[in-house]
């Protein structure tokens, strides 16, 4: 299975927009969104049926049994996470608790244990031969890029028989970007032209190239500042990163968007650019093996 990774470096530059876009153009089987602090590649899609829905469990959190504690104290003492209070009976607080074990270990009576918890849902949507898998992270959960990786495996293993996917990855550069990079064939940078941008654009460029992943750029909303836009095309041009086009600022992507529509449902600039550069992602991902089969 080729792998598409549409990443940012940073929230607002458009990166599911033009994921949705790639996935409608290619009529792609199966695609994952990454994002899983704040999924939305669902909204975009339209999904006509419900998901299956499991479980992620990420690290352990402690639990103490009142009737076995004997108030000894050793377990807060011990705790770096000060996620262990002690108003009446001591009790463990589990969104400051990190799982370590400490606790478990120190206590003299064994009172304490460490409990599978769970910390987001994985969800699975089929609809014929197509494939979505996402997941929803648990507020105050800080395993977001173990749960990436179930979501790739969860696609992977829906769709075994696809030879494509386009993965949504999520803002920024950490635990999740780095986890959806892994393994992918290719990734498609969506670059804005803002000072901003630019500097997210260069921090996702350089994850990139640590992995040794084929690295393509697109300048969305370019208009709005050719200044910049020209600045990160001499860029890419300086570090050997192929560019894949420019996409105009468009008032009426905004309205598809809103409507739950692709910007290629409607006639529209974007849409017209979109496609454009989606030719030429294409190309450059398949250009060893040859193109996508219909």
Not at 25 to 50: E, G
Not at 150 to 174: C, H, L
């Amino acid at each position: 299975m080729k792998q598409l990774l549409i990443l940012s470096g940073k929230g607002g530059t458009g990166k599911t927009t033009i994921a949705s876009a790639f996935i409608k153009l290619s009529k792609a089987r199966a695609y994952a969104d990454c994002d899983v602090d704040a999924p939305n590649l669902h909204l975009i899609t339209k999904q006509n049926s419900l998901p299956k829905k499991r479980d992620y469990y990420g690290l352990p959190k402690a639990e103490i049994d009142t009737e076995l504690c004997i108030e000894c104290g050793q377990c807060r003492q011990n705790c770096r996470f000060d996620a262990i209070s002690a108003d009446g009976k001591y009790k463990v607080d589990p969104f400051a608790c990190e799982g370590c074990g400490v606790c478990e270990l120190v206590c003299p009576v064994e009172a304490v244990t460490l409990k599978p918890a769970v910390a987001g849902e994985l969800l699975l949507y089929t609809e014929g031969e197509k494939v979505f898998s996402t997941a929803q992270l648990k507020m105050g959960s800080g395993t977001s890029g173990m749960l990436v990786t179930e979501v790739k495996k969860q696609m992977k293993s829906a769709a075994a028989d696809v030879e494509f996917a386009i993965i949504d990855g999520s803002p920024g550069i950490g635990c999740p970007v780095i986890a959806s990079l892994s393994g992918v064939d290719m990734v498609l940078i969506v670059a804005e032209p803002s000072i901003s941008g630019i500097s997210d654009m260069e921090r996702i460029i350089n994850t990139a190239t640590k992995f040794g992943v084929k690295t393509a750029v697109c300048i969305n909303k370019f208009d709005t500042n050719m200044q910049n836009t020209e600045k990160i095309e001499n860029f890419c041009k300086g570090q050997g990163i192929s560019l894949m086009g420019r996409i105009p600022f468009d008032s009426d992507a905004v309205k598809a968007i809103n409507n739950g529509q692709t910007i290629v449902d409607i006639v529209c600039a974007s849409g017209a650019a979109v496609k454009v550069v989606f030719s030429k992602t294409m190309e450059l991902l398949f250009e060893e093996g040859g193109g996508l089969r219909s």
